[in-house]
C-alpha cells in the first residue's frame, strides 16, 4: 500500500473524528438575538435548531399581528446566522491543511 495513502486515510479518519467531537460541542452551544428593542428573543444551537422563542406581552397587538411575525421572523433568522458563524469558525479549521485531491479545502 502506498505510504502516502496511508498517511492521507490516517488524517481522514482523525478529521472525521475530531469533526464529530466538535459537532457533539456545537449542539450544547447556545446563542441569542433579538428584535424590536427586545421585545422577541430567540436562542439556536450550534446544531442549528431552535431551542426557544420568547415574546415580551407588550409585543403582542391584536390589531398589528404582523408586526410581531416580522420580529420572530428577524429574531429567528439573526440567531440562525449567529449559530451558522459559531458552526463554521469551530468546523473550518478541521479542514485546514488536510491536502485531499479534488477536494477545495
Do not use: C, H, W
Not at 421572523?73 to 485546514?96: P, V, W
Amino acid at each position: 500500500m502506498n505510504p502516502n495513502y496511508q498517511k492521507m486515510m490516517k488524517q481522514v479518519q482523525k478529521m472525521q473524528a475530531d469533526m464529530a467531537k466538535a459537532q457533539e460541542e456545537l449542539a450544547k452551544e447556545v446563542v441569542e438575538a433579538s428584535a424590536g428593542g427586545g421585545m422577541v428573543t430567540v436562542k439556536v444551537t450550534g446544531a442549528l435548531e431552535i431551542e426557544s422563542v420568547k415574546i415580551d406581552p407588550a409585543a403582542v397587538d391584536p390589531e398589528d399581528v404582523e408586526m410581531l411575525e416580522d420580529m420572530v421572523l428577524a429574531a429567528a433568522n439573526e440567531a440562525l446566522r449567529s449559530a451558522q458563524d459559531l458552526a463554521n469558525k469551530k468546523l473550518g479549521g478541521l479542514t485546514a491543511g488536510l491536502n485531499l485531491p479534488g477536494m477545495p479545502f
